[in-house]
T-cell receptor, first 115, second 115 residues
Framework: DGGITQSPKYLFRKEGQNVTLSCEQNLNHDAMYWYRQDPGQGLRLIYYSQIVNDFQKGDIAEGYSVSREKKESFPLTVTSAQKNPTAFYLC??????????????FGAGTRLSVL | KNQVEQSPQSLIILEGKNCTLQCNYTVSPFSNLRWYKQDTGRGPVSLTIMTFSENTKSNGRYTATLDADTKQSSLHITASQLSDSASYICVVSGGQYNAGNMLTFGGGTRLMVKP
């Protein structure tokens, strides 16, 4: 898991509720990413951020929001607009110095379920 | 459309046996290909990374090969151990690091090693 910490490990969401997943890294990495993993499918990119106060939508951004107020932190909010939020969520980061190979380091993940 | 296909989807082998996992990709342009190991409920961990000019790379009992002409890669595991039970994910990077995320993930091969 390197220096990327995701919390909580398990999270339950009620109908109509927004929930926030935490991702913190102490690797001094510039870029951070959020992925969603569903059984038998490849990871899908939700949002990514290359620098503080800037972020871009990935392939499946609808129903999610992010912020990047600090270099170390990239929280993901799953809003009530996301109708099928049950999945395993992975946060990753990478350094610009390793950017040529775009090596990403992953956190341990958060499993989100709907009550 | 960029795609990464892995086979088989799942595999069961006996401890001590060898196995080979396959990855075919249609990502273009191509920058590098990496194999990740993901234990259940954990984040992926990088095993190997290969650029266009490399056709084989080893990491202990793991050996990855790359044929950039046929766009195929394989991951060979020698003398399997119970701890090798995990999902193995093939990831292709489709360009230089830039504002976007150029990674395409395969769906993974779930390997189970039995005693």
């Amino acid at each position: 898991d390197g220096g990327i910490t995701q919390s909580p490990k398990y999270l339950f969401r009620k109908e109509g509720q927004n929930v926030t997943l935490s991702c913190e890294q102490n690797l001094n990495h510039d870029a951070m990413y959020w992925y969603r993993q569903d059984p038998g499918q490849g990871l899908r990119l939700i949002y990514y951020s290359q620098i503080v106060n800037d972020f871009q939508k990935g392939d499946i951004a609808e129903g999610y929001s992010v912020s990047r107020e600090k270099k170390e932190s990239f929280p993901l909010t799953v809003t009530s607009a996301q109708k099928n939020p049950t999945a395993f969520y992975l946060c990753a980061s990478t350094s610009r110095r390793e950017g040529a190979k775009n090596i990403q380091y992953f956190g341990a993940g958060t499993r989100l379920s709907v009550l | 459309k960029n795609q990464v296909e892995q086979s088989p989807q799942s595999l069961i082998i006996l401890e001590g046996k060898n196995c080979t996992l396959q990855c075919n990709y249609t990502v273009s342009p191509f920058s590098n290909l990496r194999w990740y190991k993901q234990d259940t409920g954990r984040g992926p961990v990088s095993l190997t990374i290969m650029t266009f000019s490399e056709n084989t790379k080893s990491n202990g009992r793991y050996t990855a090969t790359l044929d950039a002409d046929t766009k195929q890669s394989s991951l060979h595991i020698t003398a399997s151990q119970l701890s090798d039970s995990a999902s193995y994910i093939c990831v292709v990077s489709g360009g230089q690091y830039n504002a976007g995320n150029m990674l395409t993930f395969g769906g993974g091969t779930r390997l189970m090693v039995k005693p």
